[in-house]
């Protein structure tokens, strides 16, 4: 039997199907709509990237990623994680910045249509978003000896810092007002700077080279640039710059609290109750008379 006959005989047993249904179901019985792929696109973040593919319909019907994956093919292989939203079937989790073959199979569902025939295309992922992150809430350093504070970075290669110190007749206040180790909004900076702190100074430095899309530990010498180095709170804020020097939004502050001391203390439990030691951080030498 031909395959135009096949077609042919299959459409007239589903024709046949739909009249046996009675007439006041039939109306419920909703054949699904073919779609076609319209465009290809991308998305990155910081930490994923994306190749998406645009259907020319709509469909709010969830899919399980299961059904999706059984009907893709990616080349290499690669893990990934398909979702599908409104009208766009996007494949995440690949790799950054690598060239993938992908086969959409016909028929596949995608909400509540099918696709019409098999696609494949070739696409190239993009680079993941520049990144900053600091390592810890905060740090105790030393007011002597060599201190630096590790930022973590990732596609990005050149940093804007800024460093406020919280007045010492401020600090219970700042405490109480911003929490201690607690993120701060770009405004806060400025009532710091104009109530609370002050800002030490603002420095830019270069990121030295390092491979795409891998993150990049930089030691920030803070203790260069504290010519005085003086016990108490300070706050390190960081920004990202292109190329151009223009900062590179980021919805997220990145910052990093740190305290200035000398004075290391330890703690022992015993029956008699609980002793309190003191000792220089910069020496280990006990400490006496503090207050």
């Known amino acids: 039997m031909h395959k135009n006959n096949k077609n042919n005989m299959f459409s007239w047993i589903v024709m046949a199907m739909i009249v046996m249904i009675p007439l ?23 930490t994923t990237v994306s190749i998406c593919a645009v259907m020319q319909h709509y469909s709010y019907k969830k899919v399980a990623s299961s059904t999706l994956k059984s009907n893709i093919k990616v080349l290499p292989k690669a893990t990934f994680m398909p979702s599908w939203s409104y009208n766009t079937l996007c494949l995440k989790g690949l790799n950054p910045h690598t060239q993938y073959q992908v086969t959409l199979h016909k028929g596949m569902h ?14 190239t992922t993009l680079d993941y978003k520049p990144s900053v ?14 201190i630096s504070i590790p930022i973590e970075t990732t596609n990005v290669k050149k940093l804007s810092f800024s460093l406020y ?4 007749r401020n600090l219970i206040h700042s405490v ?26 603002k420095k830019s430095m270069n990121i030295s080279s390092s491979v795409a899309n891998e993150s990049k530990v930089t030691a920030v010498p803070v203790g260069e640039f504290l010519h005085k180095r003086e016990a108490g709170v300070y706050i390190l804020y960081a920004q990202m ?7 590179i939004y980021d919805y997220n502050t990145k910052m990093q609290w740190f305290m200035v001391s000398d004075i290391g203390l330890y703690t022992l439990q ?11 951080l910069s020496s280990a030498k006990p400490y006496n008379d503090v207050n």
């Open 24 to 46: 006041e179901l039939r109306a419920k019985v909703v054949m699904p709509q073919v779609t076609s792929l319209k465009k290809i696109t991308h998305e990155h973040t910081q």
């Open 110 to 123: 995608v909400g509540k249509n099918i696709l019409d025939k098999t696609y494949t295309f070739t696409a």
């Open 133 to 146: 992150t600091f390592g810890e809430e905060g740090y105790i350093l030393p007011t002597k000896g060599d």
């Open 165 to 168: 110190r919280i007045n010492s």
């Open 176 to 201: 109480n007002r911003y929490g201690l180790f607690r993120t701060l909004s770009e405004y806060s900076f400025e009532d710091i700077e104009e109530q609370s702190g002050y800002l030490l100074w």
């Open 241 to 247: 710059l292109d190329d151009k020097g223009k900062e």
């Open 270 to 280: 015993s029956t008699k109750g609980m002793e309190v030691f003191t000792h220089t």
